[in-house]
């Protein structure tokens, strides 16, 4: 059987029990019995008799189209919230007309019952709607979120080599521009953090081209 295997943050490879071929579709199956049709891409190492292999998703759903549907649920739940709080509105409202007129509660009078009946029902129901409605900005939020999420690019696809490419060419160029003074230094460790840059550009590039290339 093949099972998923968690090389880095964002990266999961096949762990197979028998070899295959690059561009080969093969069944990997989630800790929770779910297999997925993925292709085979590269071996990136062999242990204990088992072969990992980076795969995408034969259906193509990767990290950003995850992120999508996310973004697509919260809404969703956004929506179902702004429902909620628009029909407590509603109930809130259900006595304005009475209620607007401002008339005192008449303490022992068969209407005192119905009176305080109508303001704590129109207090409660406007509480709810408040509240529903906050639920509803907080789904709207987080579903901003992912929206921002879906065009993000990591190792887990293989367009990141293209990515980290460009990325090491960038930190190094700014790397050398400040050994050079063509940029300022704006601080101490202006140089150790760009050649931190350049050191986790390259490890990036590097592990893109062997999971991808």
Not at 26 to 38: A, P
Request: hydrophobic share 30%; net charge positive; aromatic share 12%.
């Amino acid at each position: 059987m093949n099972v998923y295997y968690k090389l880095c943050p964002n990266v999961f490879l096949a762990k197979c029990d028998e070899k295959h071929e690059k561009g080969e579709t093969i069944l990997v199956t989630t800790k929770y019995g779910k297999e997925n049709e993925s292709i085979v891409f590269n071996l990136i190492f062999e242990r204990d008799g088992c072969y990992y292999y980076s795969i995408v998703r034969a259906d193509g759903f990767n990290v950003q189209e995850w992120a999508k549907k996310r973004a697509e649920r919260r809404l969703e739940w956004a929506n179902a919230a702004d429902s909620k709080s628009q029909k407590y509105f509603d109930r809130s409202n259900k006595d304005r007309d009475f209620l607007s007129l401002g008339e005192p509660i008449k303490v022992g009078h068969h209407s005192e019952k119905r009176h305080r009946k109508m303001i704590e029902d129109a207090w409660n129901n406007t509480g709810k709607a408040v509240k529903m409605m906050d639920k509803a900005e907080e789904h709207r939020r987080v579903a901003k979120y992912w929206e921002d999420k879906a065009d993000t690019i990591n190792l887990s696809i293989p367009e990141s080599i293209d990515y980290y490419e460009h990325k090491l060419e960038v930190a190094t160029e700014y790397h050398q521009g400040l050994k050079s003074g063509k940029y300022p230094r704006e601080h101490a460790y202006s140089l150790t953090y760009a050649k931190k840059a350049v050191n986790e550009a390259q490890k990036n590039y590097k592990l893109a081209k062997k999971l991808w290339a």
